[in-house]
């Protein structure tokens, strides 16, 4: 017998992505692949990499090689451009877009690790650049926006990052550009008063408008956090603006025309005793008062994950079914919410990820039959001679003793 079934099933949001962080804890490359096996599971259709920060520059630039040279953890923890373009490849079989971050101007001290040039001196005791003052800066940090040097740099190595990633959109970051190192070194003041920038926030804008300028040079599309926006820059009207902080800042975004991303309601790196995954569910994305126009604004979001506590041995199970919740709420229409049903969606959902291979966390009561993560399917047997015995290696030690025959024959 055929069961004939007719399907008619589309997304409500044309992005939907899950953001990695391999640069506070780097990432197997095993790891990222699986990770890419349940976004498809998911129907996540982008992967925003967020590649490198502070801590670490695991990707290889074939430009500036000694930025993974000296700013990755160690020769292990790097991504060379061939695992590159194999994340990349192995995505889109998957239909999902890879996005790389590239986040400056702060974020960026492992750049100086290379380029101590690119950085800029802090003034932390007030008479001498590199010094620091650790409640509010490091000796060295921000890119130094007065410096032209900066920003060639920046084109060579967003030029090389354009040809490596396919996809038209590449993520700038731009969040938590702290002002304090700025504010201690008088060169900065000097340069912004001989050119008129009034505060720190138009020196921000100073700089995003100079990367910006790189970018159209590029004929790249580029997503920002919502920082410089909060900070009153005036953003190209094509910038793609991800809220990050409060979901009640979505309308003074959406009040400038840029298209958003909403994330600020799913950093699933904040876990809690019980079903937060509820909490995401619930989460809708045009839960806002906005107009219509205003509201078509919104393209999607995603889940994020950042790894100042997840590396590769607990990254799957923190991450699923909880970002299942995010992709049901992104996927399906907006009446579809009620999370007693969701519920037993979640949790046969969650057993189909086990017997997928994806070690994902249960959200409720059960078993999932015989697929738990780490069980043994095989119970080791004594033989009478008290020899461990499975099946597999009798079966091993007939196919042995068959080619001793063999040999013994020929």
Not at 35 to 54: E, G
Not at 81 to 106: L, M, N, S
Not at 301 to 322: I, K, S
């Amino acid at each position: 017998m055929l069961n004939e079934s007719n399907i008619e099933d589309y997304p409500r949001f044309g992005y939907r992505g899950v953001m990695l962080d391999t640069a506070r804890h780097y990432q197997p490359m095993s790891i990222l692949k699986k990770n890419l096996d349940a976004m498809s599971y998911n129907k996540f259709n982008v992967f925003h990499w967020h590649i490198v920060d502070d801590q670490s520059f695991p990707y290889v630039s074939t430009t500036f090689p000694e930025l993974s040279e000296k700013g990755a953890y160690s020769p292990k923890h790097i991504y060379t451009q061939k695992e590159v373009k194999e994340i990349i490849d192995y995505a889109r079989d998957r239909g999902i877009r890879v996005i790389p971050e590239f986040d400056t101007p702060g974020h960026t001290i492992s750049w100086g690790q290379s380029h101590l040039e690119l950085l800029t001196p802090c003034w932390g005791d007030g008479e001498h650049p590199g010094t620091a003052n650790y409640t509010q800066h490091a000796a060295y940090e921000m890119l130094n926006p007065m410096e032209n040097t900066t920003y060639e740099f920046l084109e060579k190595l967003f030029t090389e990052v354009k040809d490596i990633f396919p996809d038209d959109y590449m993520h700038l970051g731009m969040d938590e550009a702290y002002p304090y190192c700025w504010q201690s070194n008088p060169n900065i003041t000097y340069f912004m008063e001989q050119n008129g920038i009034e505060d720190y926030g138009k020196l921000q804008e100073y700089y995003t408008m100079r990367v910006l300028d790189i970018m159209k040079k590029l004929e790249a599309k580029y997503i920002i956090w919502q920082d410089p926006i909060d900070d009153g820059v005036v953003a190209d009207p094509n910038t793609v603006v991800e809220v990050w902080k409060n979901f009640t800042d979505i309308p003074a975004v959406a009040a400038h025309g840029y298209k958003m991303i909403l994330s600020s309601c799913w950093y699933l790196n904040y876990i809690s005793y019980g079903q937060d995954w509820k909490i995401y569910y619930l989460c809708d994305p045009y839960a806002w008062n906005g107009t219509d126009e205003e509201k078509k604004l919104m393209i999607g979001g995603e889940a994020c994950m950042w790894h100042e506590y997840v590396d590769g041995t607990n990254l799957l199970p923190r991450l699923w079914p909880r970002a299942s919740a995010v992709a049901e709420r992104l996927w399906s229409a907006r009446e579809v919410n009620n999370t007693d049903d969701a519920m037993y969606r979640l949790d046969e959902h969650r057993c189909r990820m086990l017997r997928r291979g994806i070690p994902a966390q249960p959200i409720l009561n059960g078993f999932c039959g015989d697929y738990e993560e780490g069980w043994e399917k095989e119970e080791p047997k004594k033989s009478a001679g008290g020899v461990v015995t499975t099946p597999t290696t009798i079966l091993a030690l007939l196919a042995a003793t068959a080619w001793l025959l063999l040999a013994a024959k020929y």
